[in-house]
T-cell receptor, first 120, second 113 residues
Framework: DAGVIQSPRHEVTEMGQEVTLRCKPISGHNSLFWYRQTMMRGLELLIYFNNNVPIDDSGMPEDRFSAKMPNASFSTLKIQPSEPRDSAVYFC??????????????????FGPGTRLTVL | GENVEQHPSTLSVQEGDSAVIKCTYSDSASNYFPWYKQELGKRPQLIIDIRSNVGEKKDQRIAVTLNKTAKHFSLHITETQPEDSAVYFCAASRGGGGNKLTFGTGTQLKVEL
């Protein structure tokens, strides 16, 4: 298994430009998470999807951030327009959440290698 | 929402000594508590986790304890080795609510020779 795949691994852009980060979860996983990591704020959950549906986007910092999951094997996180304070490492993670309506057991989240974003 | 506090922020130990990292959580409904290790420039990786139906779990040199009443849990690493040097994150989740993890702020562990 290739694990969670993210692209690009590094992105350097200028303020005001649009940035698109991509993620391919582990095959068979049905939950996908986008995190942002900075020295100041640590690991923050931005948004997560269950079965391609956004469940909680309360961590998305502002309207400049948007995320989509058009199918079970692909998700994007877009920043438009980008600002220097968006500079961070963005991680995507995935896991499998059983569909049972009864309270389910959480399972390990597998992280991708991350995208290091620098906005000049 | 959930709030997870983690202490200390940095920890330096001599090789062979033990290291203890502590976390507290606020949401009494949280029932899943994983610990992640992140080496410099790498992704976080799960090293051990514990669910609310047990008080302690051990895996070789690593153990985690959970006190539900006090809402705190701890990571214990015995016989530390230089390769244990990394940032360690605790996290908490309700589990059944969608697996949303709330992370602590991390502990930089340095194991000195």
């Amino acid at each position: 298994d290739a694990g969670v795949i993210q692209s690009p691994r590094h992105e350097v852009t200028e303020m005001g430009q649009e940035v698109t980060l991509r993620c391919k979860p582990i095959s068979g996983h049905n939950s996908l998470f986008w995190y942002r990591q900075t020295m100041m704020r640590g690991l923050e959950l931005l948004i997560y999807f269950n079965n391609n549906v956004p469940i909680d986007d309360s961590g998305m910092p502002e309207d400049r951030f948007s995320a989509k999951m058009p199918n079970a094997s692909f998700s994007t996180l877009k920043i438009q327009p980008s600002e220097p304070r968006d500079s961070a490492v963005y991680f995507c993670a995935s896991n499998f959440r059983p569909r049972s309506a009864v309270a389910t057991r959480a399972n390990e989240q597998f992280f991708g290698p991350g995208t290091r974003l620098t906005v000049l | 929402g959930e709030n997870v506090e983690q202490h200390p922020s940095t920890l330096s130990v001599q090789e062979g000594d033990s290291a203890v990292i502590k976390c507290t959580y606020s949401d009494s409904a949280s029932n899943y508590f994983p610990w992640y290790k992140q080496e410099l420039g790498k992704r976080p990786q799960l090293i051990i986790d514990i669910r609310s139906n047990v008080g302690e779990k051990k895996d070789q040199r690593i153990a985690v304890t959970l006190n539900k009443t006090a809402k705190h849990f701890s990571l214990h690493i015995t016989e530390t080795q230089p390769e244990d040097s990394a940032v360690y994150f605790c996290a908490a989740s309700r589990g059944g609510g969608g697996n949303k993890l709330t992370f602590g702020t991390g502990t930089q562990l340095k194991v000195e020779l």
